[in-house]
């Protein structure tokens, strides 16, 4: 059975894209981070969360000569890029809540506006202008304290205004039905067997 590399150690979401493989009877075993040894760090100084999912997938596609999926996800707040030109918040594991509600002190809830964007890219090691990418977003508010039990990313600030909770707060059908991640990795999926087998003829073509 094929292999590829999935740049993440939560292994929830490790296997969410086994299941989701395992659904469209594509025989491919997912890995992690935690099965590579010595594994070069993630990539969260690009300007934008798809040139770091890119430039992850290709230095991890490269180290390890496997096929790659990296994604890159965090929030950009409209208030913050135009006054004072702060980079988007990159969900990468140390999330600074406090940070960014400091940066936000005192402003008001009409200029909280945010948006939550996810950009996943496979990559063939060796094959890199071959690329597939998939890229989606979520408009929303930062609320002014965190609400909801999950800790996960900011989810606990984020607002999404039709339902009047954060993403925190949402039952998981809730999230489902609005989830920009889930569509944008079922994009991807979509059109992974033709890419998967288009990269493994020119891999042996190039032998």
């Known amino acids: 059975m094929d292999s590829l590399l999935f740049t993440t150690y939560d292994q929830n979401k490790i296997n969410e894209l086994q299941d989701k493989l395992n659904k ?19 990539s969260y100084s690009e300007v934008t969360f798809l ?13 390890t000569n496997l096929p790659t999926l990296s994604e890159s996800s965090g929030i950009s707040v409209d208030y913050l890029i135009n006054s004072l030109g702060i ?25 909280r506006t945010a948006s ?29 304290y965190p609400h ?8 606990s600030l984020f607002v999404v205004p039709e339902l009047g909770k954060t993403l925190a707060e949402m039952s998981l059908n809730e999230r489902n039905a609005i989830s920009h991640r889930n569509s944008t990795l079922n994009k991807l999926l979509n059109d992974l067997p033709d890419w998967w087998k288009a990269q493994k003829s020119v891999q042996a073509i190039n032998r």
């Open 87 to 111: 980079l988007p918040y990159h969900h990468n594991g140390q999330d600074d809540k406090a940070k960014l509600l400091g940066d936000l002190g005192g402003i008001p809830s009409e200029k």
């Open 148 to 155: 909801g039990s999950s800790n996960y990313g900011y989810d």
């Open 24 to 42: 469209l009877d594509i025989p491919i075993k997912v890995m992690g981070l935690a099965e590579v040894d010595y594994a070069p760090q993630k």
């Open 51 to 63: 040139s770091n999912a890119r430039s992850t997938a290709h230095r991890l596609a490269e180290f």
């Open 116 to 144: 939550y964007y996810t950009a996943f890219v496979f990559t063939w090691p060796g094959q890199e202008s071959n690329d597939i990418v998939s890229a989606g977003r979520i408009s929303g508010l930062i609320a002014k």
